[in-house]
């Protein structure tokens, strides 16, 4: 498979209202042997996870990852950190969670990767022929958790803690080697899906994904940013305010309102004083690309009218989630035959091969699992503390590795430029995790159906709660008034976002469990 990314891109004004790329000068771009900026060729821990991964089996994994290089770079430090760092797991130990994790979604790249890595860390091999049962008491118990996770992790809860951990109990563990393999389960849990919702369909026949790539135009976090300064510069335009008025990032709204969001806010670009590059009052064009309410140009318009709405009531905001809630539930579950035809091979590394994801709102026991409030257990604060608690440098690396994909942005949606898409980035996370139950009290849901065309939430949770079930046909169906690159960055979020759900969930238990 080969990535093109524009080495320098050109803009053309268009009736001097908003800019669109020019794709004349796209030429190729390796991710990972061309020369990226000084800064991070003398960044010695780069340089050196980026040799390890030259003849990687993962390739495709990191030349599709590599087109938001921020990302990539926050990535490999983790996904390093996890496999190769201190910690109390033994490195057969690691690898061999990670094909568990990997097996829940099926993901063949991930589950035959880690095979070849537990072996060379001196594994047995009666763990890979016999699965489950060939492995201790301790790994074994895992895989109830495991499955949990994956796939309702609203459903842990302290007893699962209090019961893996209990002393005196065959395969036990102590309470800081099962925060780190949550982390690992979580960590595989999100790279299956990124893999098997992204990954494949760019990948799709070796021919035609070199075709389409090739002549698709990307955005380039080092290229586009340092050799166009205007890119670089240009902020992103609020209808509110008046051509030739500055208007920075900093003005952009908060991630959330809740307490601790700070940690999420990016950091402010310098402000300027161009023309507004967007006519937020023009009606759309709608000839031919996408569906009418999936068009850039509309979406753009919908946001800025978003922007200057009124304040809705704590009980709208509760009416409108619930309505989110409830319509995610009608929306198909991706092709369900591949749920009863894993491998044998995979079948082996789970508890409960037909253990599935069902709709939060269709969820047996609600009293007992209700809604997860963010404003009683968030990351910034609660998960974040409790994790570095554990582990201090892996939190770290976490909490900026979920910002980064949060807060990546190039300015650009399809071929507008200069355009703040935090507001579709937000609606994109919220619905993800509300996927999962989990709600944000001062965020307005009836957002996710404004900004989310139905066949872009569809695939969403396909790829969130399913991602087995992908399809290229729907894939290719989706976001195709945006870059590719943009359509990638989404599939980011769901990953992230599922990554973060379950530790939340994780967390809370353990939490619960240190207080009881």
């Given at each position: ?52 991964l030259a003849n990687h089996e993962l390739h495709s994994s990191w030349e599709v990852m590599s087109q938001h290089k921020p990302y990539f770079i926050s990535f490999l430090k983790t996904h390093s950190m996890l496999l190769k760092g201190d910690g109390p797991l033994a490195a057969p130990l690691r690898h061999y969670i990670a094909i568990m994790a990997a097996s829940c979604h099926s993901c063949s790249p991930l589950v035959e990767n880690h095979k070849v890595e537990m072996m060379s ?396």
């Amino acid at each position: 498979m080969t990535l093109t990314l524009p080495m320098d891109v050109h803009h053309t004004e268009v009736g001097a209202r908003y800019t669109v790329l020019d794709e004349d000068s796209l030429g190729p771009f390796d991710p990972l042997t061309s020369e990226f900026d000084q800064m991070e060729e003398e960044d010695p821990e780069y340089l050196e996870l980026l040799s390890q991964l030259a003849n990687h089996e993962l390739h495709s994994s990191w030349e599709v990852m590599s087109q938001h290089k921020p990302y990539f770079i926050s990535f490999l430090k983790t996904h390093s950190m996890l496999l190769k760092g201190d910690g109390p797991l033994a490195a057969p130990l690691r690898h061999y969670i990670a094909i568990m994790a990997a097996s829940c979604h099926s993901c063949s790249p991930l589950v035959e990767n880690h095979k070849v890595e537990m072996m060379s860390a001196g594994g047995s091999v009666d763990w890979l022929e016999q699965g489950l049962g060939g492995v201790s008491t301790k790994l074994q118990r895992l895989g109830e958790i495991n499955k949990i996770l994956a796939h309702q992790p609203w459903t842990i809860t302290h007893s699962h803690i209090e019961a893996i951990t209990r002393s005196g109990t065959p395969g036990n563990w102590s309470l800081s080697e099962l925060v780190y393999a949550i982390v690992l389960m979580a960590h595989f849990h999100s790279f299956s899906s990124f893999i098997e919702s992204c990954v494949s369909m760019e990948d799709g026949s070796a021919k035609s994904a070199s075709t389409k790539l090739e002549n698709s135009p990307r955005i380039s976090p080092n290229h586009d940013m340092i050799k166009n300064p205007r890119l670089n510069s240009s902020a992103p335009f609020d209808c509110s305010s008046p051509p030739g008025e500055s208007v920075g990032w900093s003005n952009s709204p908060k991630r959330h309102g809740h307490k601790g969001s700070k940690r999420w806010k990016g950091q402010s670009l310098p402000d300027t004083s161009l023309v507004p590059p967007y006519d937020c009052t023009s009606q759309p064009k709608i000839n031919g690309g996408s569906p009418g309410a999936d068009r850039v140009d509309s979406l753009v318009q919908k946001m800025q009218l978003l922007r200057s709405k009124p304040e809705v009531d704590s009980d709208e905001l509760e009416a409108h989630f619930a309505k989110v809630e409830r319509t995610s539930a009608e929306i198909g579950r991706g092709d369900q035959t591949s749920l009863n035809h894993l491998r044998p091979d995979i079948r082996k590394y789970l508890v409960d091969p037909d253990f599935a994801y069902v709709d939060f709102a269709q969820r047996d026991r609600k009293n007992e699992f209700p809604t997860f409030r963010v404003q009683d257990y968030n990351w910034d604060e609660e998960g974040f503390s409790l994790m570095s608690r554990f582990y201090d440098d892996i939190a770290q690396l976490l909490d900026d590795k979920f910002k980064t994909a949060y807060n990546l942005t190039y300015g650009t949606m399809g071929r507008l430029t200069a355009v703040d898409t935090s507001m579709f980035r937000q609606a994109t996370w919220n619905y993800i995790q509300c996927l999962y139950g989990i709600r944000w009290d001062d965020y307005d849901y009836a957002e996710v159906n404004d900004l989310l065309h139905r066949s872009l939430k569809k695939y969403i949770k396909t790829a969130a709660c399913y991602p087995e079930r992908c399809h290229q046909e729907e894939y290719s169906a989706i976001m195709t008034d945006f870059l590719p690159s943009e359509k990638i960055h989404v599939c980011l979020l769901v990953a992230e976002a599922k990554f973060q759900s379950e530790l939340l969930y994780a967390l809370r238990a353990v939490a619960t469990h240190f207080r009881s």
